[in-house]
């Protein structure tokens, strides 16, 4: 398999992940194509409620993708996120990573995976964040890149959000992670999807 091909690993480590038991929904740059502006990718990025990189690594591990823990549970704004280099096994091309994304708000982390939804990709079938969840993971988020992304989930996808849900969800992570002002993520977000 050539792990250059973000769609094709994307299944292999859920696939990876389903058999050693692990809990996970898609997100990133894949699941953005789907409810936004597509926009290139590459990496894999997950989000999971207690799955950790070494965990991660030892499912891939087993499925037959060596793989190497780059760092665990690093603080990005109101995420926590753990990262693994896809190195390949003996028949694959490439090389790949998995970030392992963890809102630093327990009860949401639930929640949101909770909430995930079944979706086609390719031939096979995963779990991935809803559009709301999407959006408040992406206002969880540091980079700037990530508010114009869910800005664009606002724009081709308002059908699908509950912009009252998102209200709610955002409120309570105030308050569940005080050092991430959250609410102003939000607010950007919802400022770029009226300039668009």
């Known amino acids: 398999m050539n792990l250059n091909d973000p769609i094709a690993t994307a299944l292999r480590v859920a696939d990876a992940l389903d058999r050693a038991g692990h809990r996970h929904a898609l997100f990133g740059g894949l699941l953005l194509a789907a409810y936004g502006r597509p926009r290139e990718t590459h990496d894999v990025d997950l989000a999971v409620v207690d799955v950790t990189a070494e965990a991660a690594r030892l499912a891939l591990e087993a499925a037959g993708v060596r793989s190497s823990v780059s760092f665990e549970a690093v603080t990005f704004g109101g995420l ?28 949401y982390r639930v929640a949101a995976l909770a909430r995930s939804v079944t979706a086609p990709l390719r031939a096979a079938t995963v779990r991935a964040l809803s559009a709301d969840d999407f959006v408040v993971f992406k206002a969880l988020a540091t980079r700037d890149r990530d508010i114009d992304d869910a800005a664009s989930v606002l724009v081709r996808s308002r059908e699908l959000l509950d912009l009252g849900a998102i209200d709610d969800e955002i409120s309570r992570l ?5 050092d991430w002002d959250v609410r102003a993520r939000w607010a950007l977000i919802q400022a770029r999807a009226s300039l668009v």
Not at 88 to 105: A, H, I, K, Q
Not at 174 to 178: F, G, L, N, Q, R
């Open 80 to 107: 926590s996120i753990g990262r693994v280099a896809l190195l390949g096994g003996d028949e694959d091309t490439g090389l790949n990573v998995l970030d392992l994304v963890r809102p630093r708000s327990p009860r």
């Open 174 to 178: 105030s308050a569940e992670v005080p």
